[in-house]
């Protein structure tokens, strides 16, 4: 089990705590552990990632153990602290606006 | 006792004011969605509980929301708007082609036969239709190849905003997008022409008739006479009394004839309802008045309905979406309108006399009424 800190419009869109578990497949990836929180929250489908090409929606962000990883290829393996739950990945909404 | 629900979309959320036949308590509910831009929330006219709502923002684009409790609860249902094939390029502000891309929905149209189907205007403009309640949709391509290389946005976007469905022609479907027209399709939506005929837009276009780029703001329709078409445009009132196959203007003695919603009275179908709006630069009520316009004649000769409504430092404009009617008769016809401004206000005497029924909300979008039995 991992854990996935939501931004609070998609925790209400959700229905979910802040915080979240979900099972990823290996190996775990950014990219697998989002196909993950896809999967058991539908609703969640096309809000951090285009649903064709991937893409991560321009004003969401990714962070792992301090660092950003938004720009990071969905291939690349989570970190250990994530892997094992001790850290969370977090889904940022980007700062926007005055 | 039947009563009325208005379904308010706004800059933050959703909100539903209730109130029996009188009109005269409300309750509201909401914020729904708090937080979210709602374009527009409509209810099915086979199931008036069935509801749908189009949820967006910018960090995380478009939801689709559905309700079948008439909006106390809430649930997700699909996002996936796909254009059909490659839908190649349109025309952007700087007139080079841009790739179609998906954006937001800014309307939805329930089938006026069943609840499980329903319509989405979005934008990059296109025509989508689910038959599954809103799980599922497909685009309606063939709407594109009327010249939809040369769509242009306008100021707000490339949007599909307006859909009439006609009762009496199940495959007629009529479609206005800013700043590429008005569009007809006679046969479920395989073949679609351009119903832009007598349109004329001498300070936005090169050739003033062209057959696209007009920037159509709304159009209306009675049920009971599906022929006859209410047009508000960028500039100009127009009336079409074949379906869109030719158009008149109909601005008469208007303030302006620039604005952004037109209404039909439910039972009057010659009686229609504009709120003039200063010009395209000054989105706000001339003189700081708010006015309602009404012309019992079809058009051509307008009357101000100022009675309730602010008449000095009036700014707020009223958006495409926001102008409404219930269908009550014996207690008076209801008119209703929200402002960016966050009022909605309410008429129960056709607009003779308004009430604000709520003062505060977010910047409203869009007013939709539902007649309940």
């Not at chain 2, 709304?218 to 508000?232: G, K, T, Y």
Request: aromatic share 10%.
């Amino acid at each position: 089990m991992i854990r996935v800190l939501l931004p609070t419009h998609l925790c209400r869109l959700a229905s979910t705590e802040r915080e979240v578990e979900i099972q990823v497949a290996e190996p775990m990836t950014l990219g697998s552990a989002l196909d993950a929180l896809e999967a058991r929250y539908p609703m969640l489908g096309g809000t951090i990632r285009d649903y064709t090409t991937k893409q991560r929606r321009a004003f969401m962000r990714f962070f792992a153990c301090g660092e950003d990883w938004s720009n990071e290829s969905l291939d690349t393996p989570l970190p250990g602290p994530i892997v094992t739950g001790t850290e969370p990945l977090r889904i940022v909404g980007a700062m926007a606006g005055g | 006792m039947s009563g009325v629900r208005v379904l308010v979309g706004t800059r933050k959320g959703a909100f539903i004011l209730t109130s029996d036949a009188k009109r005269e308590k409300w309750d509201v509910s909401g914020p729904h969605f708090a937080g979210w831009q709602i374009y527009h929330l409509k209810g099915s006219p086979v199931d008036p509980n069935r509801l749908y709502a189009s949820q967006n923002n910018g960090w995380s684009g478009q939801v689709v929301q559905r309700s079948n409790d008439g909006g106390k609860t809430w649930e997700v249902v699909g996002n996936k708007f796909e254009y059909d094939g490659d839908p190649g390029t349109h025309l952007y502000y700087d007139d080079k082609p841009r790739p179609w891309e998906f954006k937001r929905v800014w309307v939805l149209e329930p089938s006026l036969t069943d609840p499980d189907t329903v319509y989405a205007g979005v934008e990059d403009a296109a025509l989508f239709r689910s038959s599954d309640g809103g799980q599922t949709w497909r685009e309606y391509s063939g709407l594109r190849s009327v010249k939809g290389n040369l769509w242009t946005p306008g100021a707000g976007g490339l949007c599909l905003h307006t859909i009439l469905l006609d009762r009496s022609h199940p495959k007629r479907v009529t479609v206005a997008i800013s700043a590429a027209g008005v569009f007809r399709t006679d046969d479920g939506g395989e073949t679609w022409r351009a119903a832009t005929r007598g349109l004329k837009s001498p300070y936005e276009l090169p050739d003033p008739e062209a057959e696209v780029g007009h920037c159509v703001h709304s159009i209306a329709m009675h049920p009971s006479r599906p022929d006859v078409l209410f047009m508000q445009k960028h500039w100009d009132v127009m009336r079409s009394d074949d379906a869109g196959g030719s158009w008149r203007e109909i601005s008469g003695n208007l303030p302006s004839d620039f604005g952004f919603p037109i209404a039909v009275h439910p039972h009057e179908p010659e009686t229609i309802f504009v709120v003039p709006i200063k010009s395209d630069l000054e989105h706000f009520p001339p003189d700081g008045k708010l006015r309602v316009y009404r012309s019992r004649t079809g058009g051509d000769e307008w009357e101000p309905l100022t009675k309730g409504l602010p008449q000095k430092n009036c700014y707020v404009n009223i958006l495409r979406s926001a102008l409404s009617v219930d269908t009550l008769n014996d207690n008076g016809t209801g008119v209703y309108f929200g402002t960016t401004g966050g009022q909605v206000y309410a008429s129960r005497d056709s607009g003779d006399s308004w009430k604000a029924i709520v003062h505060d909300l977010p910047a409203v979008l869009s007013v939709q009424v539902q007649t309940l039995p």
